[in-house]
T-cell receptor, first 115, second 111 residues
Framework: KAGVTQTPRYLIKTRGQQVTLSCSPISGHRSVSWYQQTPGQGLQFLFE???????NKGNFPGRFSGRQFSNSRSEMNVSTLELGDSALYLCASSLAGDDTLYGYTFGSGTRLTVV | QQPVQSPQAVILREGEDAVINCSSS?????VHWYRQKHGEAPVFLMILLKGGEQKGHEKISASFNEKKQQSSLYLTASQLSYSGTYFC????????????FGQGTELSVKP
């Protein structure tokens, strides 16, 4: 059974540029969440999608956006990159539905470095 | 809003026990526990729902005290493979899918 796949694994961008990260969840998982992980702030919730709808959003500026496609694959976009956006971006998928709770399976992440 | 974990770090000898606590100021619907090894993705350990349920995974178990909004993770007879950073993630009512993680507890098991 394939796990959560994130591409690319590593990315180096220049300040002011934009970036798109991709996440393919485990087959059958309809919930996809995104997290930013940094040594100083830890794991911070960005947003969660379920059946192509954003259900929840964290406290990040509007430069951070995402979407989910009909096949549950998800992308997140960061525009006008800042040095502080350098982080490990993790995607997680779950079987979770409206009234069921399951754990999340995380991908290996995309390491974004902004220079 | 972020749950508070304690202790921040703990060092154990193989075979010793440990308890990691996670406290929230919000009314919780569920608590998740994950372990992350250096350079790897977090791995799901267990989920606890309101009602004080206790779950088990190998020699790792957890409890959830709904009155105190506190969860505890119990590691029994620790093994070298238990080393890593443990995170609790909390979900509140009407915000399913939004996990807020604690700052993590670094556990190191020595031979």
């Amino acid at each position: 059974k394939a796990g959560v796949t994130q591409t690319p694994r590593y990315l180096i961008k220049t300040r002011g540029q934009q970036v798109t990260l991709s996440c393919s969840p485990i087959s059958g998982h309809r919930s996809v969440s995104w997290y930013q992980q940094t040594p100083g702030q830890g794991l911070q919730f960005l947003f969660e999608y379920f059946s192509e709808t954003q259900r929840n959003k964290g406290n990040f500026p509007g430069r951070f956006s995402g979407r989910q496609f009909s096949n549950s694959r998800s992308e997140m976009n960061v525009s006008t990159l800042e040095l502080g956006d350098s982080a490990l971006y993790l995607c997680a998928s779950s079987l979770a539905g409206d009234d069921t709770l399951y754990g999340y399976t995380f991908g290996s992440g995309t390491r974004l470095t902004v220079v | 809003q972020q749950p508070v974990q304690s202790p921040q770090a703990v060092i154990l000898r193989e075979g010793e026990d440990a308890v990691i606590n996670c406290s929230s100021s919000k009314a919780l619907y569920s608590v998740h526990w994950y372990r992350q090894k250096h350079g790897e993705a977090p791995v799901f350990l267990m989920i606890l729902l309101k009602g004080g349920e206790q779950k088990g995974h190998e020699k790792i178990s957890a409890s959830f005290n709904e009155k105190k909004q506190q969860s505890s993770l119990y590691l029994t007879a620790s093994q070298l493979s238990y080393s890593g950073t443990y995170f609790c993630g909390t979900e509140t009512y009407n915000q399913g899918g939004k996990l807020i993680f604690g700052q993590g507890t670094e556990l190191s098991v020595k031979p």
